[in-house]
């Protein structure tokens, strides 16, 4: 699995959720991309809790095929943490 | 310099093996990676690495390998018996046995060691091993077409829990066979510690907290009496 494509300045956060969260953390930190950059929450449906939205123009939920509810949970809740904001 | 040979890496790059080197390269930012491949004399043929690595390859190209790596056998002869550092990863393992088996075919192989390998491609094997070495516990996945047949001498890593009743690889002085595919290292940051202390270094790793963080919950969902043993066949 690349990381190397989230290895950007203007990416300022990348949260990595669900059972794999740390396995895909290293793989984060092998690519070269901060350890201050990410955050790992076991439960996928909180993802969301920990997006920092100052500073920020996109926020870009990316799923696997079998989670089609907990992303649709994380985008709905994002899209509430934007209209608090608004 | 710390040298690292990489053995063919266009060739032996399945299951994500080469991240070994990559994970290799971020403890030892100072070492130097010499990637042979399939056209090039070997670095070892004339020079002394400090490790080599090869990891996993298509089926179809073990021949190509083995026919490579012939000329050399005396040579990684007489580099295991100088201690020096082999890690041999996946399928891999196939070409340093007597010889592959394929049902109408049998390749010869190396012959560097007695066993042999069956292999049937409509039969492939994925399953989760928990192994240990020395003092330390093992965690990694196998897949594969090959069953290895005739294994003698000390194991890499002695079973705790598998598929199979069988333990993993082999390891005579420094070299050592695995057939456990992908990041190795990664997943088991404790034997990247053994290897470098066997390389003669600090056990200073990369990312040690993520990387323990990593193995340890792997670790407890592989020893997890419902920890399903076998993967299925074909990735079923």
Redesign the interface.
């Known amino acids: 699995m690349d990381y190397e494509f989230l290895n950007k300045p203007n990416i300022t956060q990348l949260i990595i959720a669900g059972d794999r969260c740390?396995?895909h953390?290293?793989?984060a930190?092998?690519s070269g991309i901060p350890?201050e950059k990410i955050t790992t929450t076991m439960k996928n449906i909180d993802a969301w809790k920990y997006v920092r939205l100052d500073n920020v123009d996109k926020v870009f939920v990316l799923k696997n095929n079998f989670a089609d509810h907990s992303s649709r949970v994380v985008f709905d809740e994002i899209v509430k943490k934007l209209q608090e904001v608004a | 310099m710390m040298v690292i040979e990489v053995l063919f890496p266009e060739i032996c790059c399945l299951y994500s093996d080469q991240v070994n080197v990559e994970y290799l390269q971020q403890c030892l930012p100072e070492a130097k990676i010499v990637n042979t491949h399939i056209y090039e004399e070997p670095y070892f043929a004339k020079k002394k690495p400090d490790l080599v690595y090869m990891g996993s390859m298509p089926e179809s190209r073990q021949g190509t390998v083995i026919e490579k790596l012939r000329p050399y056998t005396e040579r990684i002869q007489k580099l295991i018996e100088q201690n020096v550092s082999f890690l041999i990863t996946g399928n891999a393992m196939d070409v340093f046995g007597q010889f592959i088996d394929r049902g109408k075919e049998r390749i010869p192989a190396l012959g560097l060691f007695d066993y042999h390998i069956y292999q049937d491609m409509d039969d492939r094997h994925n399953y989760i091993f928990v192994g240990e070495y020395e003092d330390i516990k093992i965690v990694g996945y196998k897949s594969t077409f090959s069953q290895v047949i005739g294994l003698k001498g000390e194991p890499l890593f002695k079973m705790i829990k598998g598929a199979e009743n069988q333990d993993d690889g082999l390891k005579e002085n420094n070299f050592m066979l695995s057939s456990l595919i992908g990041p190795l290292l990664v997943m088991n940051p404790l034997f990247m510690k053994k290897l470098l202390k066997q390389l003669g270094l600090p056990e200073e790793i990369a990312f040690e907290e993520e990387a323990m963080l990593s193995y340890e919950y792997r670790l407890k969902q592989l020893m997890n009496p419902e920890a399903h043993l076998s993967l299925g066949s074909h990735g079923v």
Do not use: E, K
Request: proline letters at 0%; aromatic letters at 12%; hydrophobic letters at 40%.
């Open positions: 740390y396995d953390q290293m793989r930190l092998l350890r």
